[in-house]
């Protein structure tokens, strides 16, 4: 039994009751926090010990009303970011009205073990002093993956041969003038749409969100070229569903990222 378990035939369910959290957090803050766990399981020389933490939570409460959790406060202080430009202070707003979900790992042998139920949701939002500057870096990141770095190259020999069909073009052209008017132009929903990178995808879509406020997910389909489902990853995380209203089913920014986009207008 204990082979089937490390071939990955069962699931480890010894901590189905453990509590767990779940936190959604800043591109920014997710990969600088992958670079350090990277850097130091490279380093031979560290011990467990000796890891340093990657952040540190604060919970606040009114004293006088200690079971009110409407004055329940959440914040985080992230370390090792002291030469950069990251936030380091965040509020951490909790959510308990949420789908439930589990938590599962995976071992390197292949065998699988249920870590616990999510029992707090989390979001984090830089605090207010730290909004300027974090809307300045997300405007840098927008200008820099605004920059194109394709060239034009003129091609010497224009006879074609060189030339090869693009993708979603299969099927237009035919060698045979009889089968022209029979091919049929190959729909877009029908061309299979390649991921951008995670952090380039977001800075486009700050630009889209200053062009107009309002966006419904066919209209940043076709803006952006990306496949819905990770299209409404990014959404879920950068904007809000607007269900009711005279702009009833469109996307718009959170509150806390509009202010980094008006900035951006002003300049």
Request: proline share 6%; hydrophobic share 30%.
């Amino acid at each position: 039994m204990d082979e089937d378990h490390n071939n990955g035939g069962f699931l480890d369910m010894g901590k189905t009751d453990r509590s767990v959290w779940l936190m959604k957090c800043p591109v920014v803050v997710a990969k600088s926090w992958k670079s350090q766990l990277a850097s130091s399981s490279s380093s031979s020389s560290s011990s467990s010990s000796d890891s340093q933490p990657l952040a540190k939570v604060v919970f606040s409460l009114d004293p006088l009303k200690p079971d009110d959790p409407s004055l329940h406060q959440f914040t985080m202080e992230v370390a090792g970011l002291e030469t950069e430009r990251i936030p380091k202070s965040y509020s951490l707003n909790m959510f308990k009205d949420f789908v439930p979900m589990c938590v599962f790992s995976e071992s390197s042998q292949g065998s699988v073990a249920m870590e616990g139920k999510v029992e707090h949701k989390f979001d984090m939002k830089p605090h207010e002093e730290n909004i300027e500057e974090y809307g300045r870096l997300c405007r840098e990141r927008t200008n820099k993956s605004m920059i194109k770095n394709r060239q034009i190259q003129v091609i010497d020999n224009d006879s074609g041969v060189h030339m090869r069909p693009m993708p979603g073009m299969v099927g237009l052209i035919s060698s045979n003038p009889k089968d022209k008017k029979k091919t049929m132009p190959v729909k877009q929903s029908d061309v299979k749409r390649t991921r951008r990178d995670r952090g380039e995808l977001e800075d486009i879509m700050f630009k889209l969100f200053e062009r107009q406020p309002n966006w419904t997910l066919k209209q940043l389909v076709q803006e952006t070229d990306q496949p819905a489902q990770f299209l409404k990853e990014i959404l879920n995380e950068l904007c809000v569903y607007n269900k009711r209203g005279a702009n009833q089913g469109t996307y718009e920014l959170k509150p806390e990222y509009k202010k980094s986009a008006e900035d951006t207008a002003a300049e």
